[in-house]
């Protein structure tokens, strides 16, 4: 899925090394081009999470909080790598900051005493003159990593203002009440939940032909933003034979629909090349809309 950049700001772009990596980065380097470069920037190194906490008490396998004798210093949302000789390294993602940091799902295992958690996050700014154009872009990585060369790719796409989401944890629960029961204990804010289940939207939009860059109106998807969210967390949350998930799925489906046959209240279709303008094609009136939206 694609980083989304927004249009004439100078966003903090951020990447993980492939999931299949064994231990954190030691340097990282960057060349990226947007609509509005000709070539590939010069190889820059990036900014690597400089977390290396060390877990001071056992956590058993379930539970979904690391103990340290003093805070790491993680960054709500990110994740982070929890490394020990006696264990298969695996990646947590952190949801508060202290001396003890909760966790977005259980752990898989016990965590003994003495094993690291690693930043593995990969940040760089890019300058708002490389913003300018909408458009899709890309970032190409080359880290050193246990003693390795690894590359790998990032895709991006440059968008307008009046795409940029806004979608706060709160609004999210106030649309759906039962967010608050779905998040992960002690998890303070549902951004990435949030940032995940608009790229899932958004994939699911292209896929019906729309542009992102031609979205001028991303919180008429909201709804469809929050059902989402619900999917991925009934997912993650349920047991065999639990009808939840299917439900979530099926209210996505329905409230995505929903969106595309009220198109007109959130996309820019004065395109002739769109294959989702025309005239003859069937829309909620804005009246609609609004209802269905409520």
């Known amino acids: 899925m694609a980083r989304f950049l927004l249009q004439n700001t100078a966003p903090e772009v951020l990447a ?26 010069a190889a820059v190194a990036a900014t690597i999470d400089p977390v290396a906490g060390v877990v001071s008490a056992v956590a058993a396998a379930g539970t979904d909080a690391l103990t340290f004798l003093a805070a790491p210093g993680v ?5 982070y790598l929890v490394t020990h000789p006696t264990l298969e390294p695996f990646r947590v993602q952190a949801q508060s900051d202290g001396m003890t940091v909760y966790l977005a799902d259980p752990l898989p295992v016990e965590v003994p005493v003495g094993a690291s958690l690693l930043g593995i996050g990969i940040t760089f700014t890019m300058p708002a003159t490389d913003t300018a154009t909408k458009g899709r872009g890309i970032v190409k990585y080359d880290a050193q990593i246990n003693g390795r060369t690894v590359k790998w790719d990032l895709q991006t796409q440059t968008v307008g203002g009046g795409f940029a989401y806004t979608l706060s944890t709160s609004r999210a629960v106030k649309l759906a009440p039962e967010l608050d029961r779905l998040r992960p204990d002690n998890s303070t804010s549902l951004a990435e939940a949030i940032e995940t289940a608009y790229e899932y939207v958004f994939a699911d939009l292209e ?39 299917q439900q979530a799925a099926t209210d996505y489906y329905r409230q995505l629909d929903i969106a595309d046959s009220g198109s007109r209240w959130w996309y820019d279709e004065q395109d002739e090349d769109n294959p989702t303008g025309g005239e003859d094609r069937e829309h909620l009136t804005e009246r609609e809309f609004i209802q269905f939206e409520r």
Do not use: C, F, H
């Not at 090394?17 to 590939?40: F, G």
């Not at 059902?227 to 009808?243: F, I, T």
């Open 207 to 245: 896929a019906r032909g729309y542009k992102m860059e031609r979205i001028n109106s991303a919180e008429k998807l909201d709804l469809a933003v929050v059902k989402r969210m619900l999917w991925d967390l009934y997912r993650s949350s349920a047991k065999p034979g639990d009808e939840s998930e």
């Open 16 to 41: 993980y090394p492939p999931s299949n990596t064994r231990n954190a980065p030691t340097s990282v380097d960057y060349q990226y081009r947007t609509p509005d470069l000709d070539d590939l920037t």
């Open 75 to 79: 960054i709500i949302g990110r994740e």
